[in-house]
T-cell receptor, first 114, second 110 residues
Framework: EPEVTQTPSHQVTQMGQEVILRCVPISNHLYFYWYRQILGQKVEFLVSFYNNEISEKSEIFDDQFSVERPDGSNFTLKIRSTKLEDSAMYFC????????????FGQGTRLTVV | KNEVEQSPQNLTAQEGEFITINCSYS?????LHWLQQHPGGGIVSLFM???GKKKHGRLIATINIQEKHSSLHITASHPRDSAVYICAVAEGSSGDKLTFGTGTRLAVRP
């Protein structure tokens, strides 16, 4: 069965450092998403990406965040200068269709900022 | 901003029981999703609904657009159904931006 792969599974970083979270979506999917879940809280939408550009983003997705698809297979989320409150589980998802009908999620990357 | 509420927050059932999880939202939507989050954190998409009812195996999802309410039913529950079930709503024409509920934690006892 096809799957979305995220690496690393757990990342610990010092406050102020840059981190890159990596995702390999399902190969024929066209729509890509990042979500985050702070421990004990709801899942929150961060950004959607299609045709090499951001299609929607939430108010959480400020200038410290960026996404790109550098090589046609990976989909990355960069956090430029991490803060303690960025500690969360970050999920990548991909979909073959716009309406999220067949969305597949990765297992998540747990980011801990110390 | 859409407020998505789920009930109950926690649910314990005996194996074989019929289970219902409810979701209500405050603003009109383009679609509603039911997701399953496993204890390890992984998320699986179960259903996307814009009207009516969908069935997949022992899972049934319904939505009432007028009442802004959806239900997820599990028939003949099994311990492997133990997970957090999350309702999420999509707004706007793209349907990309989802607003999530807090989830319902289900434990099915053998």
């Amino acid at each position: 069965e096809p799957e979305v792969t995220q690496t690393p599974s757990h990342q610990v970083t010092q406050m102020g450092q840059e981190v890159i979270l990596r995702c390999v979506p399902i190969s024929n999917h066209l729509y890509f998403y990042w979500y985050r879940q702070i421990l004990g809280q709801k899942v929150e939408f961060l950004v959607s990406f299609y045709n090499n550009e951001i299609s929607e983003k939430s108010e959480i997705f400020d200038d410290q965040f960026s996404v790109e698809r550098p090589d046609g297979s990976n989909f990355t989320l960069k956090i430029r200068s991490t803060k303690l409150e960025d500690s969360a589980m970050y999920f990548c998802a991909s979909s073959g269709m716009r309406t999220f009908t067949e969305a597949f999620f990765g297992q998540g990357t747990r980011l801990t900022v110390v | 901003k859409n407020e998505v509420e789920q009930s109950p927050q926690n649910l314990t059932a005996q194996e074989g029981e019929f289970i219902t999880i409810n979701c209500s939202y405050s603003v009109g939507i383009s679609a509603l999703h039911w997701l399953q989050q496993h204890p390890g954190g992984g998320i699986v998409s179960l259903f996307m609904l814009s009207s009516g009812k969908k069935k997949h195996g022992r899972l049934i999802a319904t939505i009432n657009i007028q009442e802004k309410h959806s239900s997820l039913h599990i028939t003949a529950s099994h311990p492997r159904d133990s997970a957090v079930y999350i309702c999420a709503v999509a707004e706007g024409s793209s349907g990309d931006k989802l607003t999530f509920g807090t989830g319902t934690r289900l434990a099915v006892r053998p």
